[in-house]
C-alpha cells in the first residue's frame, strides 16, 4: 500500500490506472501517459534499486542456471528436459533496495485520501 500511494502522489498511477479511457483519443492519452510515467519513475527512482534478473541483452542467447530459480526466471516454449539455453526476452526486475519514508501511523490502508474543497 505505501508504494502504492507513493506512486499515486508523485504519478498520479492510480487515478490514471483507474480512468476509463475510451472517451479519450489516442493524443490525449498519450500525453497523459508522458507525465504518469516521469512522476511514477521518479518515485521508484528514489525509493527502489532496481537491477535486472538478467544482466543482459534481450533477443541474445542466454545460459541457464540449473537449477532454475522459478522465482527468478520464468522459462517459456517447450524444451525436452532441463534447457541450458534460451533466448532472453525480458531481464526481469529485482528490487536490491527498498528505502520507503516512515509509515504514518494511521491510514495504513489509504493509496490517496479524498480531496474536498471547501469556500
Not at 22 to 32: K, L, M, P, R, V
Not at 51 to 64: C, S, W, Y
Not at 111 to 116: D, Q, R
Request: hydrophobic residues 40%; glycine residues 8%; proline residues 6%.
Amino acid at each position: 500500500t505505501q508504494l502504492l500511494a507513493l506512486l499515486q502522489r508523485d504519478g498520479r498511477l492510480v487515478d490514471f490506472l483507474m480512468e476509463d479511457l475510451t472517451a479519450y483519443a489516442d493524443a490525449q492519452i498519450g500525453a497523459a501517459v508522458r507525465d504518469v510515467h516521469a512522476g511514477s519513475r521518479k518515485a521508484i527512482e528514489r525509493y527502489v534499486t532496481l537491477r535486472a534478473v538478467i544482466d543482459d541483452e534481450e533477443g541474445r542467447t542466454v545460459p541457464l542456471e540449473t537449477p532454475i530459480d522459478a522465482a527468478r526466471v520464468k522459462v517459456v516454449g517447450s524444451s525436452a528436459g532441463t534447457p541450458q539455453r534460451g533466448v532472453l526476452r525480458h531481464r526481469g526486475w529485482e528490487a536490491s533496495t527498498l528505502n520507503l519514508p516512515p509509515l504514518p501511523t494511521t491510514g495504513l490502508s489509504i493509496v490517496a485520501p479524498a480531496e474536498v474543497e471547501v469556500s
